[in-house]
């Protein structure tokens, strides 16, 4: 009998891993899914969202549904997985008590200092005049001010003026811009050095490294333009930093990160994302994320070597071994379309031309914001597509990317994408 497994989500992190369970023994379920995940080998889409927690419980049952893989974070943070679990319905993710390291970043930097895991130095806030009165006491060149709560990877400001700095705390604390997630205000040391996303599976007590990613969240190239959530995002295998760095961040950072959840009677489970700034005092946790990256799968996923049903499967049974990690050598580059108007008011609607072009086996085009409509695909949110491409090398990679973007390949009205992913890594 083939096995059902049921993923949650609508975006390119979904079709991902879809594409990478697919198979002729096994039936995948999406909630909501887009275009193209149910055009997957087995595969339909089903009419929940993933908020919808019981709705996905009472689908599960009755689809007699082998195994839950959740995507987003907003469902992890309602607690999808303790709902599931209580329905004795096998899942892969965290626990809604775990799944605080992403949902309160006050309460992570709170369990950072307990555990000692490196951390930028940081003051919270509920009142707008000590906000502002701290802000002006630092220099604006010298914080990050984030919100409290998840914000779909848009509550951060990196600020570059005076005037930005206040208006981001006004928009928070007054403004009420986003909300329950905005009622507590981080001030953060701005950190500098280079990026890396270093992501592992967990079963609660074995860590297990996945390749280091790095991503872009800025809208433009140079990393200019306003946050987003991901304009693409790279992977190499072997991977561009030291193995001294990654047993560091491995021992100082992921594993002490696990142990300490496990600890206080709150084991994680799933993957863990750890969001790192490399300093010259060594790595530093920016920010944790507990469920995989977007759009850090999609190059994870075209490098991933091992059956990942049985990875995910360990850490939720808590038999998780380093041989169930494994990754191809060479390069993968994911470059995101974004619709007119991204982020702060994206357009739905127009017709995307010429995915017909790309049959090159190497080149994958995940899906994330689309819809089917009259025989067309179109537009149907903000981050649309992610053209992600394997090569030898990274600027294999980013070549065969973006050789089929543009206005003689795939592209649609108002498209926005960056020009450097893969290209300027920092």
Not at 222 to 231: A, F, L, R, V, Y
Request: some cysteine.
């Amino acid at each position: 009998m083939a096995e059902r497994i049921l993923i949650t989500g609508s975006g390119g992190r979904e079709h991902a891993l879809g594409w990478k369970l697919q198979s002729f023994d096994r039936e995948l379920f999406f909630t909501p899914g887009n275009a193209e995940t149910c055009q997957l080998e087995n595969a339909k889409n089903m009419g929940v969202q993933p908020t919808e927690v019981e709705k996905i419980a009472d689908l599960a049952k009755d689809e007699h549904i082998d195994y839950v893989i959740v995507g987003p974070e907003e469902p992890l943070g309602l607690g999808i997985i303790d709902t599931l679990t209580s329905c004795n319905i096998p899942s892969f993710g965290p626990t809604s008590v775990a799944a605080r390291l992403e949902t309160s970043k006050a309460w992570a930097i709170d369990f950072m200092l307990g555990q000692h895991i490196p951390h930028p130095t940081t003051h919270t806030f509920q009142e707008i005049d000590e906000a502002t009165l701290h802000v002006t006491n630092r220099g604006w060149k010298h914080v990050v001010i984030k919100v409290d709560g998840l914000a779909a990877g848009k509550g951060s400001v990196v600020p570059s003026s005076e005037k930005e700095a206040q208006d981001a705390l006004i928009r928070m604390l007054v403004k009420k811009e986003f909300g329950k997630a905005g009622e507590t205000v981080l001030v953060q040391e701005r950190l500098t050095g280079e990026e890396l996303s270093a992501l592992a599976f967990s079963d609660g007590q074995t860590v297990v490294p996945l390749l280091v990613a790095q991503d872009y969240k800025r809208l433009k190239d140079n990393d200019e333009g306003p946050n987003t959530g991901g304009m693409g995002s790279f992977a190499t295998n072997p991977p561009l930093v030291s193995k001294e760095l990654l047993q560091k961040i491995h021992t100082t950072i992921l594993q002490p990160t696990v142990d300490g959840m496990r600890e206080a009677g709150t084991p994680f489970k799933g993957v863990l994302y750890a969001g790192l700034m490399l300093t010259k005092g060594g790595p530093k946790v920016l920010e944790y994320n507990v469920r995989f990256g977007d759009p850090e799968t999609q190059p994870l996923m075209m490098l991933f070597s091992r059956n990942l049903l049985f990875a995910l499967q360990a850490c939720s049974q808590g038999t998780l071994h380093k041989d169930h990690v494994g990754f191809r050598r060479g390069s993968a580059v994911c470059v995101v379309l974004a619709s007119e108007g991204y982020p702060e008011n994206p357009k739905k609607g127009a017709i995307i031309r010429g995915l017909e072009k790309v049959d090159d086996p190497n080149i994958q085009v995940f899906h994330a914001g689309t819809i089917f409509k009259r025989g067309k695909y179109k537009v149907n949110g903000g981050r649309v597509l992610g053209i992600t491409a394997f090569g030898a090398t990274l600027q294999d990679a980013a070549k065969k990317a973006y050789s089929v973007i543009g206005k003689h390949a795939i592209h649609f009205k108002g498209m926005q994408y960056r020009t450097d992913i893969g290209i300027k890594y920092r």
